[in-house]
Nanobody, 126 residues
Framework: VQLQASGGGLVQAGGSLRLSCAAS????????MSWFRQAPGEEREFVAG????????EVSDSVKGRFTISRDSTKKTVYLQMNSLRPEDTAVYYC????????????????????WGQGTQVTVSS
């Protein structure tokens, strides 16, 4: 599986961006695809995830109500719609995929993911 993230950029606080993550290779129904982010000097943190089959989602508390994750199965693409952006959302955003998260498990945790995209920079100015 190869992942290609895009859509980052510079935006003012309160603005919106939509990130895309296009997958190539085999994405199976059990797969979870997620977005993580990493700010300078910080650990990579979970943002949102979606299960390919059924579309079950998880969103971190820090972005709940502002960010939405969705998928387009025909395009094998996952989106992260980010609204009401804040300077603290500034980070490199990575998409990731895994087939190892069982249905009773949470999507959080970088070690659960086998495939990573290259990252896209999001900068929110105040």
């Amino acid at each position: 599986v190869q992942l290609q993230a895009s859509g980052g950029g510079l935006v003012q606080a309160g603005g919106s961006l939509r990130l895309s993550c296009a997958a190539s290779g085999g994405i199976f129904s059990r797969y979870v695809m997620s977005w993580f982010r990493q700010a300078p000097g910080e650990e990579r943190e979970f943002v949102a995830g979606i299960r390919w089959s059924g579309g079950s989602t998880e969103v971190s508390d820090s972005v709940k109500g502002r960010f939405t994750i969705s998928r387009d199965s025909t395009k094998k693409t996952v989106y992260l719609q980010m609204n009401s952006l804040r300077p603290e959302d500034t980070a490199v955003y990575y998409c990731a995929a895994t087939g190892r998260i069982i249905y009773s498990d949470t999507y959080d945790g970088t070690r659960k993911y086998d495939y990573w995209g290259q990252g896209t920079q999001v900068t929110v100015s105040s």
